[in-house]
Nanobody, 115 residues
Framework: QVQLVESGGGSVLPGGSLKLSCVVS????????MNWVRQAPGKRLEWVSG????????SYSNSVRGRFIMSRDNAKSTLYLQMNDVTPEDTGVYYC????????RGQGTQVTVSS
């Protein structure tokens, strides 16, 4: 049974930081690139960042580049998203996603940025 379980969301002030985690089970995590995507209220799903199977050279959307850092620990089958200098526009539900081969997405973790 495949599971992607995100955690680490919460409420944070503008300019603050959060670190999201996604623990994966049920497939060979180390073989696949992974993504973080998010969905703001009333908006479409938006790609945030992606990383290859080795964890090298993550890529970022223009909206988060320079503020967010994506990483992975293949030994722990875990994906991370370090969110720094957050703004209210970062509010949304954050999901980890496998979109190579069979598609999988977790249940998401809510991030709310508000003063």
């Amino acid at each position: 049974q495949v599971q992607l379980v995100e955690s680490g969301g919460g409420s944070v002030l503008p300019g603050g930081s959060l670190k999201l985690s996604c623990v994966v089970s049920g497939f060979d995590f180390s073989r696949y690139g992974m993504n973080w995507v998010r969905q703001a209220p009333g908006k479409r799903l938006e790609w945030v960042s992606g990383i290859n199977s080795e964890g090298v050279n993550p890529s970022y959307s223009n909206s988060v580049r320079g503020r967010f850092i994506m990483s992975r620990d293949n030994a722990k089958s875990t994906l991370y998203l370090q969110m720094n200098d957050v703004t209210p526009e970062d509010t949304g539900v954050y999901y980890c996603e496998k979109n190579i081969g069979t598609y999988y997405r977790g249940q998401g973790t809510q991030v709310t940025v508000s003063s």
